[in-house]
């Protein structure tokens, strides 16, 4: 059982590039979520969706777009690189929404770590 | 807005036991999840409290004290393994949710 599976695992763009990080799960989960994480400031929300075909901005979304064509799938696209988005990019997934609801447990991929120069 | 206070580091010995606070403020609060991650490696998903008391899961503990606006996570018989940083994260509504910075656990025989 892969769980989340991301590509790549490691990437170096120059200024102006630009890339599409995947993430694929097997979990049949509807919620899937791209965060950011930087020294000393935890993981920060980029954008979330919550099911095939929906998608919705997070915490820090600008830079950065998203597209969940497929329920198993969800990319994360930067048009023009900068270098303020060097980071570990996360995915995650989880089968449903938060409390009050349900517990919302996440499940996260093993991350991408990006720089841009 | 949302805000989650953690401690940067904290340093406990081999067997001994480490309590890592949380305190928050947000807006229409639902509960506290916990989470652990190795350096280099995916946060883990420990624990969640969504009311008020203890949530025991084998050595990890997690209470939650809605009136004190205040959680933490207590680990006992502390092992070189679990040396690893560890987040605290809120709800925003059903569908985001936010992390605490981390504190950074260093456990030494």
């Known amino acids: 059982n892969a769980g989340v599976t991301q590509t790549p695992k490691f990437r170096v763009l120059k200024t102006g590039q630009s890339m599409t990080l995947l993430c694929a799960q097997d979990?049949?989960?509807?919620?899937m979520y791209w965060y950011r994480q930087d020294p000393g400031m935890g993981l920060r929300l980029i954008h979330y969706?919550?099911?095939?075909?929906?998608?919705a901005k997070g915490e820090v979304p600008d830079g950065y777009n998203v597209s969940r064509l497929k329920k198993q799938n969800f990319l994360l696209g930067l048009e023009s690189a900068a270098p303020s988005q060097t980071s570990v990019y996360f995915c995650?997934?989880?089968?449903?929404?938060?409390?009050?609801?349900?517990?919302?447990?996440?499940?996260f991929g093993a991350g991408t770590r990006l720089s841009v120069l | 807005g949302q805000s989650l206070e953690q401690p940067s580091e904290v340093t406990a010995v081999e067997g001994a036991i480490v309590q890592i606070n949380c305190t928050y403020q947000?807006?229409?609060?639902?509960?506290l999840s916990w989470y652990q991650q190795h350096d280099g490696g995916a946060p883990t998903f420990l624990s969640y409290?969504?009311?008020?008391g203890l949530e025991e899961t084998g050595r990890f503990s997690s209470f939650l004290s809605r009136s004190d606006s205040y959680g933490y996570l207590l680990l006992q018989e502390l092992q070189m393994k679990d040396s690893a940083s560890y987040f605290c994260?809120?709800?925003?509504?059903?569908?985001?949710?936010?992390f605490g910075s981390g504190t950074k656990l260093n456990v030494k025989p």
């Open positions: 969706s919550v099911g095939e075909g929906t998608t």
């Open positions: 979990m049949n989960h509807e919620y």
């Open positions: 409290n969504a009311l008020d």
């Open positions: 994260a809120a709800p925003k509504g059903f569908n985001k949710f936010y």
């Open positions: 947000t807006s229409g609060f639902y509960g």
């Open positions: 995650a997934s989880s089968s449903g929404p938060g409390p009050p609801i349900a517990k919302n447990i996440q499940y």
